[in-house]
């Protein structure tokens, strides 16, 4: 086979991909957009290059659009007004705010998130004085909760790195999950929501095989394959949809209406939290109080009230008052 022979024209740039994204930027931050052969044109590449550069940037962060004109060429270029956004500043109680939550998120140590912000708050730290950065990172160790329980994702680092691909590019994946005490089965699922609950992580979305939104507890994930189809998020999405009527996550069985009455000692620890959001409480003389709400996941419901043993008694519904009494027999019984 003769060798290649080059077009006649200016020869390619050598230059490092650190220019050549630089050269990108400017070129479509100042206008409306360009196409491949437009980019290839200007930085002396070849069109791989310019779609590996574009793939590259989208990755980065910036807001890439893709437009397809009526002559079929593509226009990239950035949302609208990126170039004139202004840069973020906060004030120094936004600031210490952010730090409190970060202290919240501890449990994410060894994942990607973590990693993630770990170089917002690097930033955030190389444009404030050093007093200022000492004085926000004490508040933040003075606030830091105490976790009871955490899960460790540090082991899921690769996985992880996969669920934020999927989400942020609205891939669908195919997953290997195994439930509490059942066999592990595939899903095909088009991840929607990733959930904070109980210092957990959960990916919502809607499984293929079931026909229906779903909860994936993260831990449970054994395999995670991402796929080339790409999904949209239904306009009446919303996240309450995964969770329903229930207590907490899992919305297990009929919705119940529940009338618990909660002792003296126990009562301002609950009257001073919000449990539901159509909780109400009636107030008794003597100090106690009796709270009552609609809602499902008999399992949840009940290690909740177990929380309150010995000062709650449950008034109804049947089922509920049943097994909480099975509940306080089985534990007396391991007592012994």
């Not at 020869?11 to 479509?28: F, G």
Request: glycine share 6%; net charge neutral; hydrophobic share 40%.
């Amino acid at each position: 086979m003769p060798p290649a022979v080059r077009k006649p024209g200016r020869r390619p740039k050598k230059y490092s991909q650190a220019s050549r994204l630089h050269d990108l930027i400017r070129i479509l931050e100042a206008r409306y957009g360009a196409t491949v052969d437009e980019l290839v044109e200007e930085c002396q590449v070849t069109r791989r290059t310019v779609y590996r550069d574009l793939e590259a940037l989208e990755d980065a962060g910036y807001p890439l659009v893709k437009e397809r004109q009526d002559d079929g060429h593509v226009l990239y270029g950035f949302i609208s007004g990126f170039g004139k956004m202004p840069p973020i500043t906060f004030s120094l109680e936004e600031l210490m705010t952010l730090y409190l939550c970060r202290g919240q998120l501890d449990f994410l140590q060894g994942t990607p998130f973590q990693d993630d912000l770990e170089a917002i708050f690097a930033r955030i730290r190389s444009n404030l004085p050093p007093r200022s950065v000492a004085h926000l990172e004490r508040l933040a160790e003075a606030s830091s909760p105490r976790f009871l329980g955490f899960k460790d994702y540090s082991g899921q680092r690769e996985l992880l790195n996969k669920l934020r691909e999927v989400l942020l590019k609205q891939k669908r994946c195919r997953i290997q999950y195994r439930p509490v005490g059942r066999e592990a089965a595939d899903y095909q699922v088009d991840p929607y929501t990733l959930l904070f609950f109980k210092n957990g992580l959960y990916i919502g979305g809607y499984a293929h095989n079931r026909k229906a939104l779903r909860l994936f507890a993260v831990e449970r994930i054994i395999h995670l394959e991402i796929l080339d189809e790409r999904f949209e998020v239904p306009e009446d999405y919303r996240v309450a949809m995964l969770t329903g009527t229930a207590f907490g996550l899992i919305e297990d069985g009929e919705a119940r209406s529940l009338e618990l009455y909660f002792s003296p000692p126990a009562a301002p620890y609950v009257r001073e939290r919000i449990w539901h959001p159509q909780q109400e409480i009636e107030e008794n003389p003597d100090g106690s109080l009796v709270l009552r709400f609609t809602a499902s996941g008999d399992k949840e419901i009940l290690a909740w009230i177990c929380s309150f043993i010995p000062h709650v008694r449950v008034i109804g519904p049947d089922p509920i008052r049943e097994q909480f009494g099975r509940f306080l027999y089985d534990a007396l019984a391991l007592q012994e």
